[in-house]
Each structure stands twice: as structure tokens, then as C-alpha cells.
């Protein structure tokens, strides 16, 4: 049938036809999807399940998830091959006995894995690897590459050195690694008999005239409340949850259980806090302590100077590359996330992801142990109307000599581990307890040849739920709020 123009016009298609076109539609894409992942996972990506917890908390084998009763904080705890958990104790608050018919139990991180990605490059320091275990090829285990090929690389005091040198991370290779020891959004009951966090003024640990106070989840500090010209702080003070009392922050795994406490001090520690600053702030102050060392930032707010950073003997360290959000002119309050740590001798100060200055690196001061402090790290304000909100604490990985707490003579620490041409040393981030480089009877090495690929997403994280149907049984069910991509 044609038109007056000559062109032809489309006749109206009858409704059958019409459904049988989309389904016809609908299986060719099916078919289409079904090839794609067909040949992704032959030549592209391959997906592995994580029985274990040596690299918790960036990989979580069998784990049961509790919810804190106290401050409500979720975290896991392991399940080891005969189905056992430790006592479980909350990382935020220290609360233990938990109820287990509460838990709920998952399964191991099943990821997906960029095959061949080393045959094009050779994998970076702090990337996630799956390789084939040297002492029983035909397992695969997935560990973080620490050392590279012809590098001497050597264990101190939970850091890794390169060829004598201290290995110092950027910020994103940071947040890849850091682990969460306090959260002030998660509150418990008794925190008025042990606060974690403490207001006061002109930098005096005994005054208790602040112009902080708690808001629901929010720290609020107000113009004119300010009863001292050094400034007022909210102080951290760590809460130890394995041996319920005050004390340094340590190395100590919440999915390990309460029976490994954390043995090992851990001064490579850092903030994250999300700020609202008004225009009456004339200062926003941070105090970062690191062994024996203590670091002072000032970051002026609006045309009231330069950024400084003073040492703990009140040398002023010199800076360069120096930006601060807040000198410039613009529509108040403003609202900026604050990341500030001093990890593996190097102090980061960075406001929504840019660094404020480059990075200071420094040597420790004096021969010994460092020395840690059960009030590390504090945050300040000079001036007026300033709010705090999700303000958290981390802690660096602290690669331990012993597994289990139990010593052994484990490779690196001792003395230095020379890598060849195709070599790499690997460690997991639940050093405690990871099985890795340190340990292997057969040498610490994994050879370029072993290595299988890059993981880089949690994509089909579940729950194991009991069913009853025809009697009891298990039933595996996708848990979509854990799906994540591995740093």
C-alpha cells in the first residue's frame, strides 16, 4: 500500500506478531549475554571463591556477620574448615558473648579474576594477585604483592623495607590497606563511663571547659564558645576491645576472634572526618601522633594565613606544593571531607582527595621501639561554627614475625630476602594469621610464571540461609550489599 507521495506506508504489524518479535528479541540478547560470558570467562576473567580469612578484611573466607548490641556496629568473625568461630568481639566498642543464633553466616568472597592482565605488565606493589601456591601448585591463593623482581625486601617493626628503605603509600594505596578501629557514628551505651572521645581546650588533656558538643552522631563546635585561644579538640582515646581497657592501638583482628588479641603496638595510625566549616572558623587543627614523634597541622580557613605543620620539638617543617580549600572566597558553610594519617614515616594531610601538601617523610627519631599513646590523634578547631560527622580511625597493616601469635622463623624478618629477576614476595593483610611469603617452607617466593591474575570484584557475595523443606536444609542466598571492586 502506497501514499500519495508515492512512498510506501507500514502496515500495522497484528499483535501476535508483534510478541513473538520480542521474544524472539529477548532470547537472541539472552544467547548474546550467554556468549559474553562464555568467552569473558575463557579469555577474559575467571571466577574463584575465598575459603579463608588471611586477607580480611579486603577478602572475607567463611565469616559469620554479627550486629554489635551495644554500639550496633556490624562486623565479622571467621569460620574455620571444621565450622568453628571465635568468641566474638566488637572491633568499635569491645563488647563480647554475643548471641550466635543471631549471626548470620555467608559465604566466602566469590571474585572475578582478570586472567593473563600480568602476561601485558608485570604486577605493581600493594596489588591484589591470585597465583598458583608454590608448595601445592594446583591450589590457587590470593595474597597482596609487597615485594618486586631484584628488590632485598625486609620486615621491621610491622613496616616493609626495599633495599634498606622504608616502602611509604600514597593516599589511594592507603585506603586500599587501612583498617577501621573506631567509628563515632556507632556510640555505645557506656561511653560515658569510657568515652573514646574527648572534648577539650587550649591542647590540655586535664581541662574540661570545651566549646564541643555531641549531636546525635554529629561533633558541633559554635561561634563564641571557644574558652581558650589554643584552640578546642575533640581527642581520641583508644578503647582496647580485646583487653577492655584503655591502651595503644594494636594490631587486633575482630574476624580472628578475642582469642588473638593483638600483641603488637601500632603507631602508623590516621583519620577520616567529614567536615561542615563555617565562615567564623579562623582554624582547623589537626594533632598526629606517630611513636615518639608528634605532628601539628594548621589549615587557616578564609585569608588568615599559610598551612603549617610543626614537629613535637616545635620545629616548623618546611612545605611545598602548598593548596588550601578554604582561603578562597566563596558561599559559606562549606562542606569537605578531611583525610589525615602518618603512616610508614610519612605524614598526608588531604581535603576531598587532594593533598594539601606533598607528603613529609621522616626518619624516627631516636633508636628503640616506638612508643604509642592511647590518645594518638586528636581534631581541632580556633574559631567559630565547625561540625564533625563520621569521623573515623584507622590504622596501618602491621606484618607480624609470628602466626597466631605463636613465633616462627619466618622469612624477612630475620634478615633480608633478596628476590631474582621474575620473583615476587606476597603477604596477606590479616597478617596474623595469613599462611604467606614469611612462612613457606619451600622459600618465600612467587615466580612470574605462577601468577594467574588480577582480582578486582566481590560479585557474588551470599548469606547461607536454613530452609525448611522436606526436612532442614541449606539454602545459599546473594547478598547485593557487598558486592565491591578490590583495591
Avoid at 132 to 145: G, M
Avoid at 328 to 356: C, K, M, N, Y
Amino acid at each position: 500500500m502506497t501514499g500519495a507521495s508515492g512512498i510506501p506506508e507500514r502496515a500495522d504489524r497484528p499483535a501476535e506478531t508483534l510478541g513473538a518479535g520480542l521474544v524472539r528479541q529477548t532470547v537472541e540478547l539472552l544467547v548474546f549475554l550467554s556468549l559474553c560470558v562464555l568467552l569473558a570467562r575463557t579469555f577474559s576473567a575467571e571466577a574463584y571463591v575465598v575459603p579463608t580469612g588471611s586477607m580480611a578484611p579486603t577478602l572475607l573466607g567463611w565469616h559469620r556477620e554479627l550486629v554489635c548490641g551495644d554500639c550496633q556496629f556490624v562486623y565479622v568473625v571467621g569460620i574455620d574448615e571444621d565450622g568453628r568461630t571465635g568468641s566474638a568481639v566488637c572491633p568499635n566498642c569491645g563488647r563480647g558473648e554475643l548471641d550466635a543464633t543471631q549471626a548470620i553466616e555467608c559465604g566466602g568472597d566469590r571474585v572475578l579474576v582478570q586472567k593473563f592482565l600480568f602476561e601485558f605488565r608485570r604486577p605493581k606493589r600493594w596489588e591484589v594477585a591470585v597465583f598458583h601456591y608454590p608448595e601445592d601448585p594446583s591450589q590457587a591463593y590470593v595474597k597482596r604483592v609487597v615485594g618486586l623482581p631484584g628488590e632485598s625486601i625486609r620486615l621491621d617493626q610491622g613496616d616493609v623495607y626495599v633495599d634498606g628503605r622504608i616502602v611509604r603509600k600514597t593516599l589511594e594505596e592507603q585506603r586500599a590497606t587501612r583498617l577501621l578501629v573506631a567509628d563515632s557514628r556507632f556510640e555505645p551505651h557506656e561511653a560515658g563511663q569510657h568515652p573514646r572521645w574527648l572534648f577539650r581546650s587550649g591542647w590540655n588533656y586535664r581541662s574540661r571547659a570545651s566549646g564541643w558538643t555531641r549531636r546525635g552522631q554529629e561533633f558541633v563546635h559554635t561561634a563564641g564558645s571557644q574558652p581558650e585561644p589554643g584552640g578546642d579538640w575533640i581527642l581520641y582515646r583508644n578503647w582496647d576491645p580485646a583487653r577492655k581497657r584503655y591502651g595503644p592501638v594494636r594490631d587486633f583482628y575482630a574476624y580472628n576472634g578475642g582469642e588473638l588479641p593483638g600483641e603488637n603496638e601500632v603507631s602508623d595510625l590516621g583519620l577520616e572526618a567529614r567536615l561542615k566549616v563555617g565562615d567564623s572558623v579562623e582554624a582547623i587543627g589537626l594533632a598526629l601522633r606517630s611513636g615518639s614523634d608528634l605532628f601539628r597541622v594548621r589549615i587557616p580557613v578564609g585569608l588568615r594565613g599559610e598551612i603549617e605543620v610543626v614537629r613535637h620539638d616545635g620545629r616548623r617543617v618546611a612545605l611545598t606544593n602548598c593548596w588550601n580549600p578554604f582561603e578562597t572566597q566563596g558561599s559559606w558553610p562549606r562542606s569537605a571531607t578531611l583525610e589525615a594519617s602518618v603512616f610508614d614515616h610519612r605524614v598526608l594531610v588531604a581535603i576531598d582527595g587532594r593533598l594539601l601538601f606533598d607528603p613529609i617523610d621522616y626518619d624516627r627519631v631516636r633508636q628503640g621501639p616506638p612508643v604509642a599513646s592511647e590518645t594518638p590523634l586528636a581534631l581541632g578547631v580556633v574559631g567559630g561554627d565547625l561540625t564533625v560527622s563520621e569521623l573515623r580511625i584507622y590504622r596501618d597493616i602491621y606484618y607480624t614475625g609470628a602466626l597466631a601469635n605463636t613465633p616462627r622463623q619466618a622469612h624477612g624478618t630475620q634478615s633480608a630476602v633478596q628476590l631474582g629477576r621474575d620473583e615476587y614476595f606476597v603477604l596477606g593483610d590479616n597478617s596474623p594469621v595469613s599462611h604467606d611469603s614469611r612462612f613457606w617452607s619451600t622459600g618465600p617466593v612467587v615466580s612470574g610464571s605462577m601468577l594467574l591474575g588480577k582480582p578486582f570484584l566481590v560479585h557474588l557475595p551470599g548469606q547461607v540461609v536454613p530452609l525448611q523443606v522436606f526436612g532442614r536444609s541449606v539454602c545459599w542466598v546473594p547478598d547485593p550489599r557487598r558486592i565491591r571492586y578490590i583495591r
